[in-house]
Every structure is written in C-alpha cells, then in structure tokens.
C-alpha cells in the first residue's frame, strides 16, 4: 500500500481521478483507492503484491482543494506567466522503489 496525507481536505472527488500509480515505463496499475481522514488521506493498494522496482505516484494538476488552490499557488494568487501556464498541465511525479523482500 501507498499513503499519501495532506496538511488539508483536496476535493474528494478530483482524488479519485487526480492520482494514479504507475510503474517505471508509465504502465498503470490496478488496485483499489480509499480516501479517509476528512479527505486528507488517500491510500492506494495494488490489485497483485509488489514488485520491485521504480513508481511514480501522478498527480494531475487540476488537483484542487476545496477552496480552488492548485499545486502552483493559491486560487486568488497573482495571473501567471506563459511560461508558468505551460508547467501547470503537466503531471508532477512523486518517485518510490519498491525494493526485493
């Protein structure tokens, strides 16, 4: 299982579909989602036990709180550049290794 935790509640349903799991080629993998804790816990349990190897936790970046603040600041921050704009539609990657038992 994975876990990630939050200092404060995300959108319980951009959770849903704003993380995915996937392995070192971009291969998603199956397995179950639980949100908990007031939306401020999202664990992750794969359909077949772990390998070992290189993951990457994906978070879209339309991932929001629920006031609207995105990974790149606040909803009501300043307008952004071109430049800003075009790094906020790409994921962002959380790396991790699953190592052999």
Not at 79 to 96: H, V
């Amino acid at each position: 299982m994975i876990e990630l935790n939050f200092p404060s509640p995300l959108d319980w349903a951009q959770l849903w579909r704003g993380i995915a799991v996937v392995a070192g080629r971009g291969q998603p993998i199956g397995g179950r989602i639980d949100i908990d804790r007031g939306e401020t816990r999202w664990r992750f349990t794969p359909d077949a036990p772990w390998r070992a190897g290189a993951y990457d936790a994906r978070v879209s970046p339309g991932l929001e709180d629920a006031c609207g603040n995105t990974l790149y600041g606040p909803f009501d921050g300043p307008f952004r550049s071109a430049d800003d704009i075009a790094l906020e539609t790409a994921d962002r990657s959380m790396p991790f290794e699953v190592k052999a038992p």
